[in-house]
């Protein structure tokens, strides 16, 4: 199935960094999704985007509706140790959910 | 509140031997149900998903197959392991009517020897 554009692909910051990290695909979505991923566990749900130019916080995470609906952002600010995992974004047609390949984040203490 | 139950939560199983992984959803009624696979490259691969009981879609021909025997429990199956069915699998749910939420179990890792 189609996979969306996820960049970067990986991420090593210091502790206290604030992190973006994007998706982007030729379609049009209806709904974004961010997740994480934490090693051996499901994706866990972050944040859900559902028009465009929306932004959606959830704590120190940050994500936004991109205004073309062909992408979409996720921002962490002042990143702790906890925030390690894989992040995906997520995109929904209405009918059919398709995935970006994950950002990896490493938080240096 | 809505919990999706996935198990076991890893599996070592020899070439040829039969599978079954097992996903439960509670707190919710008539859930669009989905198996996901997840390769080390980290993509999602969508394999079934099922709008009802009895109803299952396949996205991709492969050595397995699902059921939905009830209304908010999934199954994987397969009669004979292959090595390049290992992986990591995933049950995932939403809502129907076109929900977009979609909530993931907490997967099963598989390793074919």
């Known amino acids: 199935g189609q996979q969306l554009n996820q960049s970067p692909q990986s991420m090593f910051i210091q502790e206290g960094e604030d992190v973006s990290m994007n998706c982007t695909s030729s379609?049009?979505?209806?709904?974004w999704l961010w997740y994480k991923q934490d090693p051996g566990e499901g994706p866990v749900l972050l944040i859900a985007?559902?028009?465009?130019?929306e932004l959606t916080s959830n704590g120190r995470l940050t994500a936004q509706f991109g205004i073309t609906r062909k992408d979409s952002f996720l921002n962490i600010s002042a990143s702790i140790p906890s925030d390690v995992g894989i992040y995906f974004c997520?995109?929904?047609?209405?009918?059919?959910?398709?995935f970006g390949t994950g950002t990896s984040l490493t938080v240096i203490p | 509140s809505q919990t999706i139950h996935q198990w076991p939560a890893t599996l070592v199983q020899p070439v040829g031997s039969p599978l079954s992984l097992e996903c439960t959803v509670e707190?919710?009624?008539?859930?669009?149900l989905y198996w996901y696979r997840q390769a080390a490259g980290r993509g999602l691969q969508l394999l079934f998903y099922?709008?009802?009981?009895?109803?299952i879609s396949s996205e991709v021909p492969q050595n397995l197959s699902a059921s939905r025997p009830q209304d908010r429990q999934f199954i994987l199956s397969s009669k004979k392991l292959l090595l390049s069915d290992s992986g990591f699998y995933l049950c995932?749910?939403?809502?129907?009517?076109?929900?977009?939420?979609?909530?993931f179990g907490s997967g099963t890792q598989l390793s074919v020897l």
């Open positions: 985007l559902y028009k465009a130019g």
């Open positions: 099922s709008v009802g009981i009895g109803q």
């Open positions: 995932a749910w939403n809502q129907g009517q076109g929900s977009e939420k979609l909530f």
């Open positions: 997520a995109g929904f047609t209405g009918n059919q959910f398709y």
């Open positions: 707190g919710t009624s008539n859930p669009n």
């Open positions: 379609s049009i979505f209806n709904t």
